[in-house]
Structures are given as structure tokens and as C-alpha cells.
Nanobody
Framework: QVQLVESGGGLVQPGGSLRLSCAAS????????MGWFRQAPGKEREFAAT????????YYADSVKGRFTISRDNAKNTVYLQMNSLKPEDTAVYYC?????????????????????WGQGTQVTVSS
């Protein structure tokens, strides 16, 4: 079993940056691909980014590509999401999630049903 706890959310002005962290417990973290999703009020949860278990490969939604960077530190059981050039439309609750295996780039890696464990989420608000 994997428990995930996100942190680092907050209020930021447009054009600003935030770094989200997701601390994982459990011995299987390093064997799992990981992802970040977000959910704005009244909208479905949407994919943002995913990373392979070794951190050698990443994949991003078009809406965040070039602005967000996903990374992980397996020694610290932590996955990160660096968010730059933030826009008001990035406002959402951000969730990290753990896949049941190592695959990070298939269709299942881009939908919520493809993930086995979820954190409680952290709020990101982009507003002036």
C-alpha cells in the first residue's frame, strides 16, 4: 500500500511559480510510475504530468508543457511538480497519484482510472 501526501500549494500571482511536493510512504514507491492531476471547480479531474519510475522519462499534457516540470527523488520517496509561468486557468486542486506498475506513457497514465493510489490534494490559486 502507498500513502501520498501533497504540499506546497498556495496563492500566487499570474506569472509566478510554485513547487508542489508529494511524499510517499511504502516500499513500492520506486517501482511505480507517478503522476500529477488537477481538478478545477465544476470540472473533471485532468491529467497534468507523469514520470517513469527511474525519472528518466516524463510526459505532459499540452496545457502545461513547457511550463511545468515533474521530477522525483526515489531516495526521499518524493515526487515534485515545478510550476512556472502560472496562469489563472491553472487554479485547481492538484493531486499526485501512483500507478500500479512501471508504465508511464500509455493511455492509462493519462486518466484517473489508471492510478491506484491518490493523495488528498493541495489547492493552487493563481490570482492577482
Amino acid at each position: 500500500q502507498v500513502q501520498l501526501v501533497e504540499s506546497g500549494g498556495g496563492l500566487v500571482q499570474p506569472g509566478g511559480s510554485l513547487r508542489l511536493s508529494c511524499a510517499a510512504s511504502g516500499r513500492t514507491f520506486s517501482s511505480r510510475a507517478m503522476g500529477w492531476f488537477r481538478q478545477a471547480p465544476g470540472k473533471e479531474r485532468e491529467f497534468a504530468a507523469t514520470i517513469s519510475r527511474t525519472a528518466g522519462s516524463t510526459y505532459y499534457a499540452d496545457s502545461v508543457k513547457g511550463r511545468f516540470t515533474i521530477s522525483r527523488d526515489n531516495a526521499k520517496n518524493t515526487v515534485y511538480l515545478q510550476m512556472n509561468s502560472l496562469k489563472p486557468e491553472d487554479t485547481a486542486v492538484y493531486y499526485c497519484a501512483a500507478r500500479p506498475g512501471t508504465i508511464y506513457s500509455d493511455y492509462g497514465s493519462r486518466i484517473p482510472a489508471g492510478y491506484e493510489y491518490w493523495g488528498q490534494g493541495t489547492q493552487v490559486t493563481v490570482s492577482s
